[in-house]
């Protein structure tokens, strides 16, 4: 599991790469003639002689979402090509295809679309059939992108808090429940610092709520920055955020929740109202998970009190807490 990053959430505005068609032709004649219509057409397209080297194409991580095969093909058809794409684990992106072969019975055209093919186009064909067959392609394919990317967009704001960036409490949650369950399986511990940005509210008073959102998203920013790729971190609530460490504990956590502590207190923000300096009050504790699970609540209680803690003795502190064990 990665950490969490502060993403941009334009992903579902941002302008679609332009569809690229794959031509799997090993035909010379047809190769040129099909060549000198897609460039006169404008199309993007790479060419494969055979069908082992089409299918290494469609592979990379860039490959073409249109491929235009011949159905007989050196080392793999394009029948087969096509039953190999249908055969990609959920989730791998869609390519559609369009077969092209001198085959024209019926019993073969229903051979080509059980085999997973979008469209069929017998040979000699039509230029302008051709053009057709693409533009449908092609908009199919555009279809498809702008779907992933709106559906990309709803995921990011399931999960993410919209004005940091950062997990939502649910995700960052369900991420600490996810690590605990790992601890009991590895037989290690897990690290909960729990942060609370002080007299946050005299900032918004005083600086105006959009100074506040603004030392808000760069609180976040910074503990992503200061934490490993396989922690996590979320905003717990209005000016709080839960971090989460995994396999840390006594005084490993207690030096990372300091460099937390510093990563926020140590230089001021940048806001239009200029130069604000904040600082954290944070609560640490260790989960020692052993043998069976523990109510997120309670841990949470546990991390809240620590933080209390810190608080009440002068804010702009740590307050380590001792393991909490499950026997």
């Given at each position: ?43 993007d397209f790479v060419y494969a002689k055979d069908g082992k080297e089409a299918w290494k194409l469609l592979g990379q991580q860039d490959a073409a979402r249109l491929a235009l095969l ?9 029948v087969e090509l096509c039953r190999r794409l249908r055969g990609r684990p959920e989730g791998a992106p869609y390519t559609y295809t369009i077969l092209l072969t001198a085959k024209s ?139 989460v460490l995994s396999g840390c504990s006594g005084d490993h956590l207690k030096e990372r929740a300091e460099q937390v502590r510093r990563a926020i207190s140590d230089l001021p923000f ?58």
């Amino acid at each position: 599991m990665h950490r969490t990053t502060v993403i941009d959430r334009s992903i579902g505005t941002s302008a679609q790469p332009a569809v690229k068609i794959l031509l799997a032709e090993d035909s010379a004649i047809y190769r040129r003639l099909i060549e000198t219509h897609l460039k006169e057409w404008g199309f993007d397209f790479v060419y494969a002689k055979d069908g082992k080297e089409a299918w290494k194409l469609l592979g990379q991580q860039d490959a073409a979402r249109l491929a235009l095969l011949d159905w007989v093909l050196p080392e793999v058809d394009g029948v087969e090509l096509c039953r190999r794409l249908r055969g990609r684990p959920e989730g791998a992106p869609y390519t559609y295809t369009i077969l092209l072969t001198a085959k024209s019975r019926k019993q073969e055209m229903l051979e080509a679309m059980d085999a997973g093919a979008d469209d069929f186009l017998a040979k000699p064909f039509d230029p302008h059939e051709l053009k057709a067959r693409l533009l449908v392609g092609k908009r199919i394919v555009e279809l498809q992108q702008k779907l992933i990317s709106a559906n990309d967009a709803l995921h990011f704001a399931a999960c993410h808090d919209f004005l940091t960036g950062v997990w939502n409490r649910a995700e960052i949650l369900g991420f600490l429940q996810r690590e605990l369950a790992r601890a009991r399986r590895d037989v290690t511990n897990v690290g909960i610092v729990l942060v609370d940005v002080d007299h946050f509210k005299k900032v918004n008073d005083q600086f105006g709520h959009d100074a506040g959102d603004c030392v808000l998203k760069e609180i976040a920013k910074r503990l992503v920055n200061a934490l490993r790729e396989y922690d996590g971190v979320g905003r717990y609530g209005g000016e709080e955020f839960l971090v989460v460490l995994s396999g840390c504990s006594g005084d490993h956590l207690k030096e990372r929740a300091e460099q937390v502590r510093r990563a926020i207190s140590d230089l001021p923000f940048s806001t239009t109202q200029g130069p604000i300096s904040v600082s954290l009050s944070v609560g640490a504790i260790t989960i020692e998970n052993r043998d069976k699970s523990l109510p997120i609540e309670a841990l949470l209680k546990q991390a809240d009190a620590a933080l209390y803690g810190a608080k009440a003795s002068g804010r702009d502190r740590v307050i380590y807490s001792e393991s909490f064990v499950a026997v």
